[in-house]
């Protein structure tokens, strides 16, 4: 029994020791915790969110650029800081919250001289998830409409020269995305589904290079069509 003791005994000494060896290593600096950003100048707060998003430590960014934005709403320094919170989004490829973001800022600030340039980046994190030609094209049908707004209220910008790229490549995606549906209902025997779509490419992206490639579709899917047609005709009179 007095062995078990002495040994508990020691025990409790050694932890004892353990903790105070911690205390005093805190006391020396060396496991200090970094200062909350309570105690940070605004200034100060606002650079080291800076130096972290330049160091791609977006998360690190996120948080004191969202700090920043509810704690000092009023703060010049606060403008700052919800553009590039939605920048740290953005560059995260977290695009649903940089689109919130962007728009968050957008709201706030309607007249600020970045309302172009955040609203050509939610067109860019629309463009971003734009999918291969046989998906859906919802995204690629909103980054179209983002940048047509960019060049309709902001025409001087220099975002709006970059939006006209942007939008070729758009209108590119949505003709392919037409003519591969096109071509499938062609494929298949669905000439008349087959005829509205190239027929709808005609209507929408006839400047482009493709238009070439569904106009020939086009007339092949009515000459299939004219054919089928009077087979059914012909069936129905015999």
Avoid at 54 to 74: E, L, R
Avoid at 115 to 132: E, N, W
Wanted: hydrophobic content about 40%.
């Amino acid at each position: 029994m007095q062995s078990g003791c002495k040994f508990k005994l020691h025990l409790y000494l050694i932890l004892w020791l353990l903790v105070g060896l911690s205390l005093s290593l805190q006391g020396c600096g060396l496991f200090s915790s970094p200062p909350s950003f309570e105690e940070q100048s605004l200034s100060n707060l606002l650079q080291e969110g800076q130096d972290a998003f330049q160091n791609g430590q977006f998360d690190k960014a996120i948080q004191i650029f969202q700090y920043i934005k509810d704690a000092y709403p009023f703060a010049p320094e606060a403008i700052i800081a919800q553009l590039r919170l939605a920048d740290a989004y953005y560059y995260k490829r977290d695009f649903d919250n940089a689109i919130l973001s962007y728009k968050d800022f957008i709201n706030l600030h309607p007249k600020h001289q970045a309302v172009a340039y955040a609203l050509y980046q939610i067109g860019l994190c629309y463009f971003h998830q734009i999918p291969t030609i046989d998906r859906d094209q919802t995204m690629t049908q909103r980054a179209l409409e983002v940048f047509n707004k960019v060049i309709k209220e902001y025409p001087n910008s220099r975002c709006a020269k970059r939006a006209l790229l942007k939008i070729r490549i758009c209108r590119e995606k949505l003709a392919a995305h037409e003519f591969y549906v096109g071509y499938f209902y062609y494929r298949t025997g669905a000439y008349k589904s087959a005829l509205l779509r190239f027929k709808y490419l005609l209507d929408h992206y006839s400047d482009l290079p493709l238009s070439r490639k569904a106009e020939r579709y086009l007339e092949l899917s009515k000459e299939k069509l004219e054919k089928k047609l009077s087979g059914i005709l012909l069936q129905s009179v015999s």
